[in-house]
């Protein structure tokens, strides 16, 4: 089955050490998006790729980013995680711009 | 105010009742409704999209858009134990790429 794989699908980290969180997708799609999710609160949306066109959301902070070096995969990576970057990273595609939004299973960051 | 207004609950209803969930919006440019299914530590799964106003059904789900009061709903009939999940309403502008505003979650607990 096509599908939105994220791995792992939990991550345990220490404060300020470095964590890439990593997307995959068969689905084939040309955008993918990468979301914050906390406790009892909607998704944010942190950035997303069309093709190889990085937007970044204007309130990300600059302690993410991410990597597209190929269609199939995305990885977000926290330079110098904080306490308060504990949440739910969810991955997300759609097959262009303005179509419906392919959701993986989301990775747990723990911050230590 | 927020964009996307939708009580959190937790909603218990019993099984094969039918529940109705719904969200409240102040974005008059919101053109495009959805509807996702989250089980617990799970990423959201779409239930459901629809266009402008009108009804859309499929299976045991319905979703209704009234853009005149800026309201939409989400109904299941003959809810089963395993609808429990939170369920979460999205939309977004027409026209090229628009972010999607996400709802915070309606907890669904059906009670067997």
């Known amino acids: 089955d096509a599908m939105v794989i994220q791995n792992p699908r939990y991550q345990v980290t220490q404060f300020g050490k470095p964590v890439t969180l990593s997307c995959s997708q068969t689905?084939?799609?040309?955008?993918m998006y990468w979301y914050q999710q906390k406790s009892s609160q909607a998704p944010k949306l942190l950035f997303h790729?069309?093709?190889?066109?990085?937007?970044n959301e204007a309130d990300t902070p600059d302690n993410f980013q991410s990597r597209r070096p190929n269609t199939s995969f995305c990885f977000l990576d926290i330079r110098s995680p904080g306490l308060g970057d504990a949440a739910m990273y969810l991955c997300?595609?759609?097959?262009?711009?303005?179509?419906?939004?392919?959701f993986g299973p989301g990775t747990r960051l723990t911050v230590l | 105010q927020k964009e996307v207004e939708q009580d959190p609950g937790p909603l218990s209803v019993p099984e094969g009742a039918i529940v109705s969930l719904n969200c409240t919006y102040s974005?008059?440019?919101?053109?495009?409704f959805m509807w996702y299914r989250q089980y617990s530590r799970k990423g959201p799964e779409l239930l459901m999209y629809?266009?402008?106003?009108g009804n859309k059904e499929d299976g045991r789900f319905t979703a209704q858009v009234d853009k005149s009061s800026k309201y939409i709903s989400l109904f299941i009939r003959d809810s089963q134990p395993s609808d429990s999940a939170t369920y979460l309403c999205?939309?977004?502008?027409?026209?090229?790429?628009?972010?999607?505003?996400f709802g915070i979650g309606t907890k669904l607990q059906v009670i067997p």
């Open positions: 629809t266009y402008s106003s």
């Open positions: 999205a939309m977004k502008p027409s026209g090229g790429y628009q972010k999607v505003t």
């Open positions: 997300a595609t759609s097959r262009d711009l303005g179509y419906e939004q392919f």
């Open positions: 974005n008059s440019a919101f053109q495009y």
């Open positions: 790729y069309y093709d190889k066109d990085f937007n």
């Open positions: 689905l084939n799609h040309n955008v």
